[in-house]
């Protein structure tokens, strides 16, 4: 096979990168929250009235409990956790409550965090017991030496931290299951059985950024198998003055090209701007093979959000008001 055809189809994926409309220089904020619910095959024909009602719904919730805190002084990573809770809670996202089945009917899920003034992070990979994985993310950052724990140490952690425990069962759905039954069955996977990751980004009062990502992985996954989020670099990285970032995608492509902490870097040893440097990086994931998006917020509280696939769960909220969008063309 010659190397055009894997060319061209790369071109057209990065042809596709997606920048969603954000105000074009909009003032620096006392604070910002921005937040992603999953991207992937989300277009106007494959969902009803009422899923995207309810989708919209998830969106403002978190962005609601985010902006409580920002709202009230409260730091940014605080905010990065207090919004992705209550898509843990969700079962319409992959984090949580909700989040997809291991090829074995079991869930393994995974969460990170990270706050741009010292740089410090925290991240679980394959807890299975624990109810909300971004807090026991913030207990390893908060309560221990360590950046991260994986599998049966993982919940054991947070069991000693004092985290609610669930048994695994407390994952379950019914859709979810459907899908695994549907992939096991076909042997293959469509894009929405790879994305569904949820994460969010914050600028506090204080100028200070964090990134949060947690996540159910991807349906059917081999046990054991850990993709992006709990990585810090290529889901999640915040540094002060340079950017947040929360990714959602297929982890593999994510893992290799390093996104987030590839956009960080671009923003500060280039100058670039956090939309550019963020189409590079989905440039190099496209060129891969693999397709997803980042939402982001610079050193100056300007959010945005990029992404590669039809569509992207998205939103925004500061003191001046709120946004939410789910397809490619949606417009502020």
């Not at 843990?88 to 909700?98: Q, R, S, T, V």
């Not at 042997?187 to 950024?209: K, S, W, Y």
């Not at 950017?243 to 593999?252: D, F, I, P, Q, R």
Request: proline share 5%.
């Amino acid at each position: 096979m010659t190397l055009k055809p894997l060319i061209a189809a790369a071109a057209l994926l990065l042809a596709a990168c997606t920048t969603a409309p954000v105000p074009a220089d909009p003032p620096a904020p006392e604070w910002r929250l921005a937040i992603h619910g999953g991207a992937g095959v989300i277009t106007r024909g494959s969902m009803t009235p009422e899923q995207e009602a309810e989708f919209t719904a998830g969106l403002q919730a978190a962005l609601a409990a985010g902006a409580e805190v920002l709202r009230n002084g409260g730091s940014a990573v605080d905010a990065v956790q207090a919004a992705v809770l209550p898509m843990e809670d969700n079962p319409i996202f992959n984090a949580g409550k909700g989040a997809v089945f291991t090829a074995a009917g079991t869930h393994e899920l995974d969460a990170s965090i990270m706050e741009g003034a010292t740089r410090n992070a925290g991240s679980v990979a394959g807890v299975t017991i624990v109810k909300n994985p971004i807090l026991a993310a913030r207990a390893v950052m908060d309560k221990s030496e360590h950046v991260m724990f994986a599998g049966p140490g993982a919940d054991a952690f947070a069991k000693e931290q004092g985290l609610e425990i669930v048994p695994n069962t407390y994952f379950d759905t019914e859709r979810r299951r459907e899908a695994l039954d549907r992939v096991l069955e076909e042997r293959t996977r469509t894009a929405e059985d790879r994305h569904g990751t949820v994460g969010a980004v914050a600028i506090d009062i204080n100028g200070n950024l964090a990134a949060a990502t947690t996540t159910g992985g991807m349906t059917a996954k081999t046990p054991g198998r850990i993709g992006d989020s709990p990585l810090i670099g290529a889901a999640t990285y915040a540094e002060n003055g340079v950017c947040a970032v929360s990714a959602t995608g297929h982890g593999e492509y994510f893992i290799r090209v390093g996104v987030a902490k590839t956009i960080c870097d671009r923003v500060k040893l280039k100058g670039e701007s956090i939309g550019d440097a963020a189409r590079e990086a989905l440039g190099e994931v496209a060129t891969l093979g693999g397709d997803g998006g980042v939402v982001l917020i610079d050193g100056d509280g300007h959010p945005d959000f990029v992404f590669n696939s039809e569509g992207m769960y998205r939103g925004w909220i500061d003191a001046t008001g709120s946004w939410t969008a789910i397809y490619g063309d949606d417009e502020q």
